[in-house]
């Protein structure tokens, strides 16, 4: 398949209108907010049914149900409710992201060992204290695999602002099934591939950085891996 579109300097020109470049920002500005969104709502409920126990159901059939939606209907019933413009784009994203934070949290705070937060509540802890400093660091590893998930999720469907007249990388798939012009439906393809790499790899050091060497086995390689004095 011809890959001239994507190796044209002209379409790499952060000047031009309607180049990888923009297209790649509008692209990543609509799911950096779908994401923000999403963990905004799903967090603060997962931390409290994992604490709390109550209303695990919902982590549960909610993250099933919201898995099942399909985000092209529902931008379409968004754009029939609301219109064209940002809006119906991030609810449907927004919905995308909110099954898979939500039940990560919630598993990742049912997962705790039992005895370790007896303990946090043994030494005095209060309830708020031991959700913010014990089970949530804990959980980290189990929540960061959820939003991992969701922000590749996000980036891949993305592509769909591009259907209701927006930007982003959809643009480059529309637009090139319209005038059949696939060497631009291949550099949407690859381009969007490539982002999803690239923030996949970027997420993985992050959680590196964010999460215990204790929760993730690091520290017991490093102590067999450093020489006996």
Request: charged share 10%; proline share 6%; hydrophobic share 55%.
């Amino acid at each position: 398949m011809d890959s001239s579109y994507l190796f044209d300097p002209e379409h790499w020109d952060p000047g031009a209108a309607g180049s990888i470049p923009q297209l790649l920002l509008s692209h990543l500005g609509y799911s950096a907010l779908a994401l923000l969104f999403g963990t905004l709502i799903a967090l603060p409920v997962g931390l409290f049914i994992g604490h709390t126990g109550r209303g695990s159901f919902l982590a549960i059939n909610a993250g099933n149900a919201g898995r099942s939606l399909p985000t092209l209907g529902l931008l379409m019933l968004m754009v029939t409710l609301l219109g064209l413009g940002l809006t119906p784009v991030l609810i449907a994203l927004t919905v995308l992201v909110i099954p898979p934070v939500l039940t990560s949290t919630y598993a990742g705070m049912r997962s705790l060992d039992a005895s370790v937060v007896d303990a946090a509540r043994g030494m005095g802890m209060r309830p708020s204290q031991v959700l913010l400093r014990v089970e949530f660091p804990m959980a980290l590893p189990v929540l960061m695999g959820g939003f991992r998930s969701a922000a590749l999720q996000v980036i891949a469907t993305a592509t769909v602002a591009a259907a209701v007249g927006l930007g982003g990388l959809g643009r480059l798939l529309i637009d090139g099934l319209a005038l059949n012009d696939y060497s631009r439906v291949l550099a949407g393809a690859v381009v969007v591939a490539a982002l999803a790499i690239v923030l996949d790899l970027l997420l993985g050091l992050i959680q590196r950085s964010i999460v215990s060497p204790g929760l993730t086995g690091r520290a017991v390689r490093t102590r067999r891996a450093a020489p006996a004095p």
